[in-house]
């Protein structure tokens, strides 16, 4: 199982932004799923699940899949931004993005790429909470898009997740939420791979 195209872009200070990606076959309005891992991760992912999720979205849909690598905290606002306008532009045409990030991917999704893309449907995957909470809520204020967040029960930021729900369910127009917990389940997702790929692969549900 391999990429269509796999493809590193050296940004200032020499950071490397790696991306695999496969093409989409749908016509008319162009679904695009952009997968971004967690701190220090490759656009592959541990027993490539990244790859799986994306060769799986694209059987079922025919969407294209953009998986990114995470090998900073600002790699989104530094990188991420111009490889995805890039690929918009060479598609042409109208395009529906859909988001999946895991662990610190889940942050740079919400509050970086929100201020760049409107994204039909995010799927964030143990998004730590214990810092900088505030951004969180001010991102959920402004996030015009369905979220489904995923916590696994042993997960770090558990605790912190009835503090998420009660942000995510204020009236106003903060961003129609969903919370999901998944028993067994630490911020690795350890020996439970099948049910995180699950979980990801349901960023599209039409």
Not at 71 to 85: H, K, M, P, Q
Not at 123 to 137: A, R, S, T
């Amino acid at each position: 199982m391999i990429f269509d195209t796999e493809k590193t872009a050296v940004i200032e200070d020499g950071l490397k932004i790696e991306y695999g990606l496969i093409h989409g076959n749908n016509r008319g309005c162009h679904r695009v799923v952009i997968i971004k891992a967690g701190a220090g991760g490759s656009y592959i992912g541990h027993e490539e699940k990244y790859l799986k999720i994306a060769r799986r979205l694209h059987d079922t849909h025919g969407c294209t899949v953009l998986c990114l690598s995470n090998y900073a905290s600002d790699s989104f606002e530094r990188g991420d931004v111009t490889v995805i306008r890039e690929l918009i532009a060479e598609m042409g045409g109208e395009v529906e993005l859909y988001y999946i990030g895991n662990s610190n991917g889940s942050t740079q999704g919400l509050l970086d790429a929100t201020q760049y893309f409107n994204f039909r449907r995010m799927v964030l995957v143990n998004m730590p909470l214990m810092m900088n909470f505030h951004k969180i809520k001010e991102a959920l204020t402004r996030a015009d898009t369905e979220i489904r967040f995923v916590y696994g029960e042993k997960d770090p930021s558990i605790s912190y997740v009835p503090f998420l729900r009660n942000a995510g369910q204020k009236e106003g127009n903060l961003a129609r939420t969903e919370i999901v917990t998944v028993k067994g389940a630490d911020h690795n997702f350890a020996g439970m791979t099948d049910a995180f790929m699950e979980l990801c692969a349901g960023v599209i549900t039409d």
